[in-house]
């Protein structure tokens, strides 16, 4: 990087008296020595964002500035605790200079290893650390690798360690996002609506160290539990991919068309004299019942048609439905009669299959958006989304 910058650093901090004035000792010599490796500061601060501690965070804080005003720290303050989410907002919203660092006042990075991240910022407008390795328990580990894989499925986003707090970028991309989460889930949201805007990210490995002071909040069920029910809401809400949300929709229908057929099954062999004997009947219109609220659940709930009924569509339907079923016998037989496939495993593939197979041809076929004559008007901002 060429020429001078002016760089904020802010710490999220929730009860880290015992760690946050190392912390600000070791922003302000990180920042220093962004000096002797040519990265030219005009002006720093350092932010801290009480968030609601009751253990002398705050007090720490401001004694540290009142001895170190060199040290230009700012304290934002939170009178109860918010979350992870509503404090790592308020240190982007109140930071005043061209780029922003955030990372933990948990002392568990390095953080002279700012200087790996500003290596790449010229060419980059978002560098994000990865841990490597990461110095957590087993369960803790676990944890964000399903946290990894469902915001993969779900957004798409494909980062190597979304929650890791050590991250640079310019305030002036992030600033103006419109975050909505208040717990755990800001990281990824933050990175969802970066990559969707077209930002370049970059990823860099940094030193995780393992926590000696202090306790770890991250893994409370109750901050795991707020983090999930915020990617629902962000996911039902504006950043859910439209056919992810249409292949949720048609699973439950599945579950649901399921059980209606088995109650109708059931109801006819048990209360319907004529069908009492008659199970391949039986078994006949209870399928065709299912059939029927499949279609109407699809039609009006997944893919959100509006207009009437027409015999063009239900022709298409009755057609997919029978395909379906060659799918999946045909698929059954070729995979355990012929290739000797052990039958679960053959199952499992086959219902994915013919899953699939169902999906795509009800959303581009049987229930495609052109037959609804509001259809442009009622998901273009779901496709630009």
């Not at 720490?60 to 939170?78: F, G, I, M, Q, S």
């Not at 030193?207 to 999930?228: C, K, N, Y």
Request: overall charge positive.
């Amino acid at each position: 990087m060429q020429h001078p910058i002016s760089l904020s650093v802010f710490f999220p901090a929730h009860n880290e008296a015992a760690n946050i004035q190392q912390s600000l000792e070791e922003a302000l010599s990180a920042v220093r020595r962004l000096f002797s490796v040519g990265v030219a500061v005009s002006a720093y601060e350092i932010i801290v964002v009480n968030d609601g501690s009751r253990d002398g965070t705050k007090a720490t804080v401001e004694e540290y500035a009142r001895r170190h005003p060199e040290a230009n720290v700012r304290l934002v303050d939170h009178d109860v605790n918010r979350g992870y989410g509503a404090a790592l907002k308020s240190g982007i919203r109140e930071a005043r200079h061209e780029y922003v660092f955030f990372t933990d006042a948990d002392l568990q990075f390095n953080i002279a290893e700012l200087e790996r991240l500003f290596t790449y910022i010229g060419e980059y407008d978002v560098v994000i650390g990865y841990r490597a390795p990461r110095r957590d328990s087993f369960m803790r580990l676990v944890n964000a690798w399903g946290w990894r894989v469902l915001n993969r499925i779900l957004f798409g986003l494909s980062v190597r360690d979304i929650d890791c707090a050590f991250k640079l970028f310019r305030r002036d991309l992030v600033q103006e996002l419109p975050l909505r989460s208040e717990g755990a889930m800001v990281s990824a949201e933050m990175l969802i609506r970066l990559k969707r805007l077209g930002a370049r990210i970059k990823e860099v490995p940094v030193t995780h160290l393992p926590r000696t002071r202090g306790a770890q909040s991250g893994a409370r069920p109750s901050v795991i539990l707020r983090a999930l029910r915020e990617m629902v809401q962000l996911y039902f809400g504006e950043l859910g991919s439209v056919t992810h949300k249409q292949a949720l929709k048609f699973i439950v229908v599945g579950f649901i068309n399921t059980a209606v057929d088995i109650t109708a099954y059931y109801l006819l062999t048990r209360y319907v004299p004529l069908f009492a004997a008659l199970f391949v009947a039986a078994k006949f219109l209870s399928f065709l019942v299912g059939t029927v609220s499949s279609f109407l659940l699809n039609r009006y709930w997944t893919f959100g048609l509006r207009s009437g009924v027409r015999a063009a569509e239900v022709a298409r339907f009755y057609m997919t439905v029978s395909a379906a079923l060659l799918v999946n016998t045909g698929s059954m037989y070729l995979l355990v009669s012929l290739a000797g496939l052990y039958d679960l495993f053959a199952l499992i593939f086959v219902t994915v299959l013919t899953f699939a197979f169902n999906f795509t041809l009800s959303k581009l076929w049987v229930f495609r958006q052109s037959e609804e004559p509001n259809a442009t008007s009622l998901h273009t901002h779901a496709r630009r989304v």
